[in-house]
């Protein structure tokens, strides 16, 4: 039995990278499309309103299973985590410049650091737009290794008020990607410190309950919508929070029937999604722009491209592997951490 929950815990975590993974491309597709004309501001604005599970899902999920490797000395840490995120940071922070300046790839990029010599550079202080959440990832190991003997309501405490005042625009770092980071730093606390807690949750999904979670998201959208109190601190963490309660009763439900399979597969594989699918979503875009597409078509081209750019970013990370360039997912060798030899007698 225990092997049982083992799996089902696993399960909906893996669901819900994997729902995050497919908002973040779809996301991405709806930018790139909004840069040529082709997203309708219904579809602008939906894409909007799902910023508030977008991320912080992710980030959720990425601390539920942090504590083991914060508890390793600091040489295992920096290795497995800090070092790893930081070389596929700067591996793909040079892959994104270089394709990026392919002129027709250019014309549709929203993200004007992709191009910008003087963004490359300052990459290490200032991480550009495209691969942000790996410099976080790593920035969160260290601080949570760092913040092991503060209690964890004093983590989630001051990093609530953080996320409030950020969202809130109240506080500003001066860069959007440290303001992001900011922002998002509780939800990977909240699933390191809480996670029996979303487990319970999970535990305890139902369909009604995904419902009523999802009418509360929206109910609670429109409300801060209607008294314009998006902007004030603490409604978007509400909204955040929210959300996430959707997030994992909604994970922990479609797993459990056959429809939720694939989604549950794709979020065992999420990073080389994360890594790829821009440039197949760039590609994508530059076609469309060659041939007439409808305006209708606007309202279902960012689903259709999230699945199809999804798959093709899994083939593509096969295809890497397959001919030798695993190196552009993984720590080289020599750079990776190794285990001490046991001492034999």
């Not at 709806?30 to 899902?57: D, H, I, K, Y």
């Not at 290795?79 to 922070?93: D, S």
């Not at 953080?162 to 860069?175: H, I, K, M, W, Y």
């Not at 279902?300 to 970013?313: G, K, Q």
Request: glycine share 6%; net charge positive; aromatic share 10%.
């Amino acid at each position: 039995m225990s092997g049982h929950r083992n799996f089902a815990r696993v399960a909906w975590v893996d669901a819900a990278k994997g729902m995050s993974i497919l908002l973040v491309v779809m996301h991405h597709a709806v930018m790139f499309l909004q840069t040529s004309g082709m997203a309708p501001p219904a579809v602008v604005a939906a894409n909007t309103a799902l910023a508030s599970m977008r991320m912080p899902l992710f980030f959720l999920a990425s601390g539920m299973f942090v504590a083991g490797p914060l508890a390793a000395p600091w040489r295992t840490l920096l290795h497995k985590r800090v070092a790893f995120f930081l070389y596929l940071f700067a591996v793909w922070t040079l892959i994104r410049f270089a394709f990026f300046h392919i002129p027709a790839v250019a014309a549709v990029d929203p993200y004007v650091d992709d191009t910008d010599p003087m963004a490359l550079a300052l990459a290490p202080l200032i991480p550009g737009s495209g691969v942000w959440f790996l410099y976080a990832l790593a920035l969160y190991a260290v601080l949570g290794k760092l913040s092991r003997g503060v209690p964890p309501w004093l983590q989630l405490g001051v990093a609530g008020v953080l996320s409030a005042l950020v969202a809130a625009e109240t506080v500003q770092l001066g860069n959007e990607m440290w303001d992001r980071m900011a922002r998002y730093l509780v939800f990977f606390l909240l699933g390191w410190h809480a996670r029996h807690v979303i487990e319970r949750l999970a535990a305890a999904t139902s369909a009604l309950r995904v419902v009523a979670a999802a009418v509360a998201c929206v109910a609670g959208a429109a409300v801060a919508i209607a008294l314009g109190a998006r902007w004030l601190p603490g409604v978007a963490l509400a909204l955040n929070l929210l959300a996430l309660v959707f997030g994992v009763l909604f994970a922990a439900w479609i797993c459990r029937y056959r429809v939720g399979r694939p989604l549950v597969a794709l979020g065992a594989r999420t990073l080389p999604v994360y890594l790829i699918h821009v440039f197949w979503i760039a590609l994508l875009v530059v076609g469309l722009r060659l041939v007439p597409v409808p305006p209708a078509a606007g309202y279902a081209l960012p689903v259709l491209m999230a699945l199809a750019c999804t798959a093709l970013s899994l083939l593509t990370h096969r295809a890497l592997v397959a001919v030798g360039a695993r190196w552009l997912f993984a720590l080289p060798a020599r750079l990776a951490h190794s285990e001490p030899a046991p001492v034999t007698r």
